[in-house]
């Protein structure tokens, strides 16, 4: 069992990470593009929130949850696993409150025309993203090295 749920863990932060990058690399071609196809790409984006990224979060989390109830050499309070509470509330948050509603707001703009507003609003949603995805990366950095174990 522990190994299945090191697995679903591992996947899930995988397929998390590998979305976020995707997103980083395509979206400002798409943003060049303009117009609808610019739009329908960042309401693509908002969708994989919900579809894609959200339930790859719950999975992070209700695997390292069962991992640190299921192993008696983890706790709660321990650092690496206080920095993984913290990315996923971070990535519930920014999903929720910063890249859905940015996202929708991009769209909008670019559908009505407002390339310059657009690109400038989706700039900050992809400074956002870069800064998550460092933080993703440094929270599996102190994971491999169970920092304050």
Do not use: C
């Not at 739009?39 to 949850?65: D, E």
């Amino acid at each position: 069992m522990g190994e299945l749920l090191l697995f679903i863990h591992v996947t899930a932060v995988a397929v998390w990470i590998g979305a976020g990058v995707t997103q980083l690399i395509v979206s400002p071609a798409m943003g060049r593009i303009g117009g609808a196809s610019a739009a329908a790409w960042m309401r693509q984006t908002v969708r994989l929130g919900r579809v894609l990224f959200s339930p790859a979060a719950v999975l992070v989390l209700i695997s390292g949850v069962w991992m640190v109830a299921r192993e008696r050499v983890y706790e709660y309070e321990q650092a690496f696993v206080v920095i993984g509470f913290v990315a996923v509330a971070l990535g519930a948050f920014l999903g929720i409150r910063v890249y859905g509603p940015g996202g929708e707001e991009v769209a909008g703009l670019h559908e009505s025309g407002e390339a310059d507003r657009a690109a400038e609003k989706q700039q900050r949603l992809l400074t956002i993203g870069a800064a998550e995805i460092a933080f993703l990366l440094f929270t599996v950095w102190a994971m491999i090295n169970r920092i304050g174990l």
